[in-house]
């Protein structure tokens, strides 16, 4: 008897660790892997080691629409980014992002100018909106939480600034659990302020690459206000490095 | 996902245009002509003229398979003054030689003028690392805003017009080579003053520079020679420091040393303010014509506040509004200036341009032959 009820508890025992075991594994392998979701999020908007791509800002005021512009995007790397205006107001001015600077040449003024990736490019797009669209090289990951956004279930990742050059000091980001595709972003400043929210609608399958087409930046301030950015002629492009060099102020 | 894109082909040609039209009216209250015999000849010394300009600016580039390109800039301006003219004056009636001499003196400023200027035009060849371009062509070296003794090929810099509103400047003829490799980058210039626009005082120059990106700082060391001038030397530098903080700076040696220290600011609303002061040494490259060879080192500074798109104002989210102030410290004398813009679409656009020079009339802005210059406009953009 008292060898069965021995078996018993050592049987017990063993299911009890088991059962611990089981639970702290599944609930390890419940928690994403933040960083490794980020890194395959920025995919969606850059498919290729180095491509072009064209992106119109629309901006709305009370939902009218207010002003458009056009911009080409040549981006090399996570570091190297090249913005040529396009629109008949801004033609000839160009904007350079090597890692943490930023540049922009106006042709009626004396030099390249300085500028910060929070610089408002067009309505509610910033410089950083457009030419840093690699968040696992600017922002720490942690994953805060899985939810229902409409029909989709997404993470929800919480991001911090890890270097100067990053556009926002947090961003909340939604991912689709299924593909780590984004869904939707909120932008703070480093003082707490919720400045902007986005909403990423559109994407378009690229050569068999599933890439960003169309997304819509709010403002949180001015609450009437929306900018929407849309891609298109996304291709992988061989890019010289001197294309990428700030002295070179002389482009058209 | 809603469609299937192919990536697209990169082109073989790219061939990019502006036009711009710029119809500008300006004008000068209280003018005193600079004419050598009528200063003292007018009969009403309250004179307002009004230069009307028609500019007409047309530029492209073309590229063939990112390795040769051809680039051109020019603009064609239509000049018609009013207010002015020989009735104006009381020459002596007996002395007809005074008579032609005013009318020939007064020609700039009255009638219809019309003339043609090329600002670029150059064909450049890209192979490896190397670039290679021969023309006329605006290089722009100095890191200033108002001022850049380093810019030794960059566009005159006229502290009340640092932007060059109207885009008049024109470039230097020259073959330049430039070599770059990873964040060193080396350019050769020899330019040529043989094409130069009469009555510029422009020589034959060879010059180096040297940029690298280091630590953040955008740096560049300058070395040249004018034919039959002195060699010249400047370094110059620019900062960003935290996320609205911008410092530049430059240090040219031509006979004597010219320094300029520079800052910019931005707030989180997008109000920029820049600062600067400027000391050249009083040497005929750089001393401005009203200054006496005598006067000695000269020191300025320069304020600017201004703001693109008042979009914070309910009504005025299509204005651009700046102010600046030139000053010379050493006559005190100043020039304020006020800059409005208003978009009105895609395409067009409206400004206002107003120079308020003041100082004596021996002094260096003082001597503005205006009391006010204010100016109008209107801008298409294509």
Not at chain 2, 59 to 72: D, I, M, N, P, Q
Not at chain 2, 95 to 117: I, K, M, N, S
Not at chain 2, 152 to 181: E, S, W
Request: with cysteine; aromatic share 12%.
């Amino acid at each position: 008897m008292s060898n069965i009820n021995c078996v018993l508890r050592t049987f017990l025992l063993v299911l009890l660790i088991g059962l611990l075991l089981t639970c702290v594994l599944v609930c390890r392998a419940a928690t994403p892997d933040a960083e490794a979701l980020l890194k395959h999020s920025d995919s969606y908007r850059n498919g290729w080691p180095s491509y072009v791509l064209r992106v119109k800002i629309t901006h709305f005021e009370s939902g009218k629409p207010d002003e458009d512009k056009l911009y080409e995007v040549s981006q090399k790397g996570t570091e190297k980014t090249y913005v040529e205006f396009l629109s008949p107001r801004e033609k000839g001015q160009h904007l350079l992002m090597l890692g943490d600077d930023m540049w922009v040449y106006l042709p009626d003024t004396s030099r390249p100018i300085r500028i910060t990736p929070l610089e408002r490019l067009n309505g509610d797009a910033s410089n950083g909106d457009v030419a840093r669209t690699n968040f696992a090289i600017d922002y720490s990951a942690v994953y805060l939480r899985s939810e229902k956004l409409g029909n989709q279930n997404c993470y929800v990742l919480d991001l911090t600034a890890k270097r100067k050059g990053s556009t926002y000091q947090r961003v909340l980001y939604w991912l689709r659990v299924e593909d780590a595709r984004p869904v939707r972003a909120e932008f703070y400043l480093t003082s707490g302020k919720h400045i902007k929210s986005a909403s990423f609608d559109e994407y378009v399958s690229v050569g068999g690459t599933a890439q960003l087409r169309r997304w819509t930046l709010y403002d949180e301030i001015r609450h009437n206000s929306r900018s929407v950015l849309e891609y298109s002629g996304i291709a992988p492009r061989e890019l010289p490095d001197k294309l990428f060099y700030q002295g070179r102020t002389d482009r058209f | 996902m809603i469609a299937q894109d192919a990536p697209s082909l990169e082109p073989r040609h790219d061939f990019r245009y502006a036009f711009s039209a710029i119809d500008d009216a300006t004008f000068d209250s209280d003018l005193r002509p600079l004419l050598p015999i009528a200063a003292t000849m007018l009969k009403d010394p309250s004179v307002i003229l009004l230069q009307n300009q028609l500019l007409l600016e047309p530029s492209f580039t073309l590229r063939y398979h990112s390795r040769w390109s051809l680039a051109s800039s020019a603009v064609g301006v239509t000049e018609t003054f009013h207010g002015l003219s020989a009735a104006d004056f009381n020459p002596p009636m007996n002395d007809p030689a005074v008579v032609t001499a005013l009318d020939a003196a007064l020609e700039p400023y009255t009638g219809t003028h019309t003339q043609f200027r090329v600002k670029e035009t150059y064909a450049g060849l890209s192979a490896g690392d190397f670039d290679f371009m021969l023309g006329r062509r605006i290089v722009r070296w100095g890191t200033g805003y108002a001022f850049s003794p380093a810019g030794v090929l960059d566009p005159p810099r006229n502290p009340t017009n640092p932007t060059d509103r109207l885009n008049l400047n024109q470039g230097r003829d020259m073959a330049k080579l430039d070599y770059v490799r990873g964040p060193h980058a080396f350019s050769l210039v020899w330019s040529t003053s043989a094409l130069a626009p009469t009555g510029s005082n422009l020589r034959d120059t060879t010059a180096f520079r040297y940029n690298i990106l280091v630590h953040g700082f955008d740096t560049s060391l300058i070395v040249g020679n004018d034919r039959g001038g002195d060699a010249f030397g400047g370094l110059t530098f620019t900062r960003v420091i935290g996320q609205a903080w911008e410092l530049h700076g430059e240090a040219a040696w031509r006979e004597h040393e010219a320094i300029l220290l520079g800052g910019k600011y931005t707030t989180t609303s997008g109000v920029s303010f820049i600062g600067e002061f400027y000391t050249p040494p009083n040497i005929p490259y750089y001393r401005d014509m009203t200054i006496a060879p005598t006067a000695g080192r000269q020191n300025y500074g320069f304020i600017y506040a201004g703001k693109s798109r008042l979009r914070e104002l309910p009504g005025w989210k299509q204005w651009d509004l700046s102010v600046e102030i030139v000053d010379n410290l050493n006559d005190r004398s100043y020039t304020g200036i006020l800059d409005a813009n208003r978009r009105l679409g895609n395409h067009f656009s409206s400004y206002l341009h107003l120079e308020v020079p003041h100082g004596s009339r021996a002094s260096d802005f003082g001597a503005t032959p205006y009391s006010v210059a204010t100016s109008i406009g209107v801008r298409f953009q294509l």
